[in-house]
């Protein structure tokens, strides 16, 4: 082991088997039943780190290998996480995905957030899944807390087929703004923003002057999972299910989002079709008679500055500190903002903090008096996002693997506040160390290569590279997430801390 390289006190696990014989429902696939799995240790997240038995845990035979780094060029990262032939016996082991490369993202940077985030959710599957699968695990119900039928309603209908931006392809929008829906606006389609595993955005400007601030706006198309637009499974009970699935996720990102109001937090403006906002099962609503899903396109606050991940990889991972501790300061802010609100996020990642500005004016803005006066960021992609009862665990597993608590991770029921300073730590060890903490060390061997980020996740195996041998205000943030639960900083103890404290306290907006 390098003697340079020092991490925080990640623990050392006892292999142990897993206990649990638990039987998860996977509503897309055979019953699974997990068992134990040999090379898996149990992680009992619970244990105070320094406790007896959490030292009883760190006697562990899986110790881990650092050899020197010297030579180490670029960090090296998996394309694909083949998962192994054996039968899935651990909750980890069922996460069967494969892992996707975006190759315009992070295509000049030697780390590894260069990639597009392995996804897992059970709520419903990637709209392009041919070559993926997502991990599905134990069913839940997280249906919309808006259940308005306009079933008997023809609100909207007559909009399907004229469908400006999609259906005749003029790159016309009309749409709605929210809770005004007697007066369509109209846009023209600039050009592609950006994309997701579950949709398109598109940059759109107004056609006509009368509403400022929607001069420019960000139009977000939802992609449907090819199950849903093969009309031969429409009779099948399994299309049903995901239909009601998506329709759920979809009402619900909607209604949180019309309901939020914050700087740092996207906006949603408006929407091609009153229907989405209104009723709780709007696909079913909207296709009547039809066979093809209705377009969904919502239209949102634009940010020019793209997501946090290109730009980090624009610059080759080199972002100042001074402006880290802006973002990540921000950042704080709009999540304390949702868990104040009873909204956790669960997909909080480098892709979905977009700048307001690209990083050169952002970064122009520093002596200006505007610096004080304007957000520099959003958090956007409330797809997964749930609101919660105070004190309300959840147990929907999903999120985006490398960003994922090993709560999550291990199946059981979970404090989606706390699941999100997890996903802050991961972000925030991005930015400083230029990869993420999961990923396979700079110098990991073959076997450790080929390890999924959930094994190391389960052992909060990271350590710091970069960092090592200097101190900064944010290291304590990221030892204080990635971190056992019991023991893990909310949203609070971040804003509190003196790295964010110091940037937020000068906002004025
Ligand atoms: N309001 C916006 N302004 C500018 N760009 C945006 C905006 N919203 C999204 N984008 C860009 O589009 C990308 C995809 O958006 P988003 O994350 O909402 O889609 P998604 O399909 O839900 O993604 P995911 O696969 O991560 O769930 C973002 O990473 C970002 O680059």
């Not at 041919?130 to 308005?148: A, C, I, K, Y």
């Not at 200097?470 to 204080?480: H, L, R, S």
Request: charged share 25%.
């Amino acid at each position: 082991m390098s003697e340079e390289v020092q991490g925080p006190s990640t623990p050392k696990i006892q292999q142990q088997e897993f206990k649990t014989e638990k039987t998860y429902q996977n509503p897309y696939m055979a019953k699974e039943t997990s068992t134990t799995h040999p090379n898996l240790p149990l992680v009992n997240t619970d244990l105070p780190v320094g406790s007896p038995q959490s030292l009883e845990q760190q006697q562990t035979p899986l110790s881990l290998v650092i050899s020197s780094f010297d030579n180490v060029q670029t960090l090296p990262t998996p394309m694909a996480y083949t998962p192994p032939v054996i039968q899935p016996r651990s909750p980890i082991d069922q996460l069967n995905i494969v892992k996707r490369r975006d190759p315009a993202r992070g295509r000049n940077l030697n780390v590894s957030p260069g990639k597009q985030q392995r996804y897992l959710s059970e709520l419903f599957p990637l709209p392009d899944s041919s070559g993926q699968r997502v991990s599905s695990l134990p069913t839940v119900n997280e249906v919309s807390s808006l259940d308005v039928s306009l079933a008997e309603s023809n609100i909207g209908r007559n909009k399907l087929a004229t469908e400006p931006g999609e259906g005749t392809d003029d790159g016309i929008l009309t749409g709605f703004v929210v809770d005004h829906y007697d007066e369509p606006l109209f846009w023209r389609k600039v050009e592609e923003i950006g994309a997701g595993n579950f949709s398109t955005v598109y940059l759109y400007e107004s056609l006509d002057q009368s509403h400022p601030e929607l001069r420019q706006v960000a139009v977000k198309r939802i992609k449907y999972p090819e199950e849903l637009t093969l009309a031969k499974f429409e009779s099948d009970a399994k299309y049903k299910e995901l239909l009601s699935r998506l329709e759920s996720s979809l009402t619900r990102e909607l209604n949180v989002l019309k309901s939020l109001s914050h700087p740092c937090v996207v906006k949603l403006y408006g929407i091609n079709n009153p229907v989405f906002l209104q009723s709780g099962k709007p696909l079913r609503d909207l296709m009547g008679d039809l066979d093809q899903l209705p377009a969904c396109d919502m239209i949102m606050s634009y940010c020019a500055g793209g997501d946090l991940l290109s730009a980090a990889a624009s610059c080759n991972g080199r972002i100042e500190m001074w402006l880290i501790q802006r973002l990540f300061a921000e950042l704080t802010l709009a999540v304390k903002y949702l868990h104040e609100s009873n909204v956790i996020h669960r997909d909080l990642k480098l892709e979905n903090i977009i700048l307001k500005y690209p990083l050169p004016a952002l970064i122009g803005m520093k002596e200006s008096p505007l610096y004080t006066q304007k957000n520099f960021i959003e958090v956007a992609d409330f797809g997964l996002c749930k609101r919660i009862e105070p004190g309300e665990m959840c147990t929907a597993r999903c999120g985006s693997e490398d960003y994922v608590s090993p709560e999550i991770l291990m199946g059981v029921p979970y404090d989606g506040r706390l699941s999100d300073t997890w996903a802050l730590g991961v972000i925030l060890y991005g930015l400083l160390e230029c990869r993420l903490p999961f990923d396979p060390p700079p110098n990991a061997t073959a076997r450790q290569r080929n390890r999924a980020p959930a094994h190391r996740i389960a052992r909060f195996d990271w350590k710091w590279f970069q960092w090592a041998e200097t101190d900064t205000p944010a290291k304590e943030i990221v030892e204080n997430t990635l971190t056992r639960k019991t023991q893990r900083w909310m949203v609070e103890d971040i804003y509190e801390s003196e790295f964010v404290k110091e940037v937020a306290s000068q906002f004025a907006f």
